[in-house]
């Protein structure tokens, strides 16, 4: 997977609907931020890089899902 450098903020395709609880992820050359989209102006999470990749690869192999 290539990933495209991008200063402005954004949030997944995939967002919305009635349950608007998403994030906006900024990628920098050295760290990715990740804020809530309904709070904005509060902290932002910064992760670098390889910290990041680790968690996407998590994420995207069930690593974090839920047992319900």
Same mark, same amino acid.
């Given at each position: 997977?290539?990933? *495209?450098? #991008?200063?402005?903020?954004?949030?997944?395709?995939?967002?919305?609907? !009635?349950?608007?609880?998403? *994030?906006? %992820?900024?990628?920098? !050359?050295?760290a990715?931020? %990740?804020? #809530?989209?309904?709070?904005?102006?509060?902290? *932002?999470?910064?992760?670098?890089s !390889?910290?990041?990749?680790?968690? %996407?690869?998590? !994420?995207?192999?069930?690593?974090? #899902?839920?047992?319900?």
């Amino acid at each position: 997977m290539t990933l *495209v450098r #991008d200063t402005g903020w954004f949030k997944s395709a995939r967002s919305g609907g !009635a349950n608007e609880n998403c *994030v906006e %992820v900024r990628i920098t !050359a050295s760290a990715t931020g %990740v804020r #809530d989209t309904k709070n904005r102006t509060g902290g *932002v999470l910064s992760l670098r890089s !390889a910290a990041w990749g680790t968690f %996407v690869t998590g !994420a995207k192999d069930g690593r974090f #899902d839920l047992s319900l």
